[in-house]
T-cell receptor, first 113, second 112 residues
Framework: NAGVTQTPKFRVLKTGQSMTLLCAQD?????MYWYRQDPGMGLRLIHY???????AKGEVPDGYNVSRLKKQNFLLGLESAAPSQTSVYFC????????????FGDGTRLSIL | GQQVMQIPQYQHVQEGEDFTTYCNSS?????IQWYKQRPGGHPVFLIQ???SGEVKKQKRLTFQFGEAKKNSSLHITATQTTDVGTYFC????????????WGLGTSLAVNP
């Protein structure tokens, strides 16, 4: 089992460009999450999904969109990248709810110039 | 809104010394989870505490959940260089607040 796989691992964008981060999990987990991690800010939840076809906003959703067309995949989109979105992005999944352990991917290090 | 405060923010210890990080919530939690993130790595789940007053041990790590379910602690006995990293607590609110609320983490440095 690969667990949670994030693609790409690194990316540099110019301001205004768009991109999609892909997260795939092979554990048959219902819940999936996107976090951003910035120095001194801990982990902040961007969006999450409680099952295929569902998405919901976290605490910092502005500037991001998500889709969960297949149970195993959770996509995070940046429509028009801004330097403030420079961060490390982590995808995570859990079996059936927030009360269960979250399994994280290795992260995507995104720089926006 | 609900907050989870984690102290200290940073801790430097000599190898062999003990280390403790504390997690305090403004409201009662239904459970609390602890994660470890090595430098350059991703958070890895360590343990979950659910019951009031619960104490769990993993080798040199001891986890406690307060009687009021509003605070928790992680204690490492005789630290080793492999303990280096950031330790996060994440509490799940009781009632309708289902999401995990993350602490900002405690970064542990161990001098050999």
């Amino acid at each position: 089992n690969a667990g949670v796989t994030q693609t790409p691992k690194f990316r540099v964008l110019k301001t205004g460009q768009s991109m999609t981060l892909l997260c795939a999990q092979d554990m048959n987990h219902e819940y999936m999450y996107w976090y951003r991690q910035d120095p001194g800010m801990g982990l902040r939840l961007i969006h999450y999904s409680v099952g295929e076809g569902t998405t919901a906003k976290g605490e910092v959703p502005d500037g991001y969109n998500v889709s969960r067309l297949k149970k195993q995949n959770f996509l995070l989109g940046l429509e028009s990248a801004a330097p403030s979105q420079t961060s490390v992005y982590f995808c995570a999944s859990s079996y059936t709810g927030f009360h269960q352990p979250q399994h994280f991917g290795d992260g995507t290090r995104l720089s926006i110039l | 809104g609900q907050q989870v405060m984690q102290i200290p923010q940073y801790q430097h210890v000599q190898e062999g010394e003990d280390f403790t990080t504390y997690c305090n919530s403004s409201t009662t939690l239904s459970n609390i989870q602890w994660y470890k993130q090595r430098p350059g790595g991703h958070p890895v789940f360590l343990i979950q505490l659910v019951k009031s007053g619960e104490v769990k041990k993993q080798k040199r790590l001891t986890f406690q959940f307060g009687e009021a379910k509003k605070n928790s602690s992680l204690h490492i006995t005789a630290t080793q260089t492999t303990d280096v990293g950031t330790y996060f607590c994440a509490g799940r609110g009781a009632g309708n607040n289902r999401k995990l609320i993350w602490g900002l983490g405690t970064s542990l440095a161990v001098n050999p």
